[in-house]
Structures are given as C-alpha cells and as structure tokens.
C-alpha cells in the first residue's frame, strides 16, 4: 500500500515500532528492524542511497541523523555556492554576496560591503538612533 512515496506493509506479529491505522508499518523501518534488530528512533531517520523511496532492500538503506541528512540534501538540491559582485553604497568597494541573495539585494536601495558601512550610510541620512540628531549640548 502507498502512503505516499513510501510503502506500508502489514506488521509483523511482535513489531514493537510504530504502527500506523492499526496494522501497517513502513517498509524500510521494517527491513531495518529485522536486519539489525533495532528500531529508528529521532534524531535519526533511514535514508535511501539510490534516492528510490520504494527500494527497500537493506543494502539500499543508511541510517543517518537527521541534520546531517537535511544538510547534504540541501547541498545537492541547490548546487555548489555561486557568488556574484556588488558594489557598496557608502564606500564603492566591490564585495562578493551569495548568488541565492542577489535578488533580495537589489532590491534594497542600500547594500554595504560591513555593518560599519551600513551604521555610517544610516547617520548620514538621520535614520539612526531612531531618527534623532546627536546630542552635542554638553551640560
């Protein structure tokens, strides 16, 4: 039965994993359980190698944590890190931004190369300190 990209079967008699709708357990956790005798419990989850979520053989299964597994997922999905130029509006330097920002970037009217840069370009038109000149009245 699908649930999904994955395949429910019928528990097994004694399965002492997760059921779902009573009697069916997910393929994969289940061919884990009888090779190693153990059950997948957070942070950790079965990956397949081949990426095919239906082949449940044991020697396509990888028990990974969680983080890392979303980690190198991520890594394949969006490809080696491009970056393009920008220029700073304050100061001119050319700096590198990731690609994947660009667009978020541009469409600002300030972009700067350092936070310094960025706190110098705000007193320059007033917005920092809430938008409030510098005391300079000495008491």
């Known amino acids: 039965m699908k649930n999904g990209p994955y395949e ?7 399965y002492p994993g ?25 942070p950790m989850l079965i990956h397949h190698k081949n990426h095919q979520r239906r082949d449940n053989r044991f020697e396509n ?7 890392m597994y979303s980690t190198r997922h991520n890594k394949e999905r969006l490809g080696p890190i491009q970056y393009v130029e920008m220029e700073c509006s304050w100061c001119g330097k050319i700096f590198l931004i ?20 960025s706190v110098n370009h705000q007193w320059k038109l ?14």
């Open 61 to 67: 299964l990888e028990l990974q944590d969680r983080g």
């Open 18 to 42: 997760r059921l779902y709708r009573g009697k069916y357990v997910y393929e994969h956790h289940l061919v884990w359980w009888k090779n190693t005798g153990n059950l997948v419990i957070e």
């Open 98 to 117: 990731e690609k994947r920002n660009e667009i978020s970037r541009k469409k600002a009217s300030n972009n700067h190369c350092s936070r310094s840069c």
């Open 126 to 139: 007033g917005l920092a300190n809430g938008g409030r000149k510098k005391c300079s009245t000495v008491v």
């Open 8 to 14: 429910l079967v019928l528990a097994p008699d004694g």
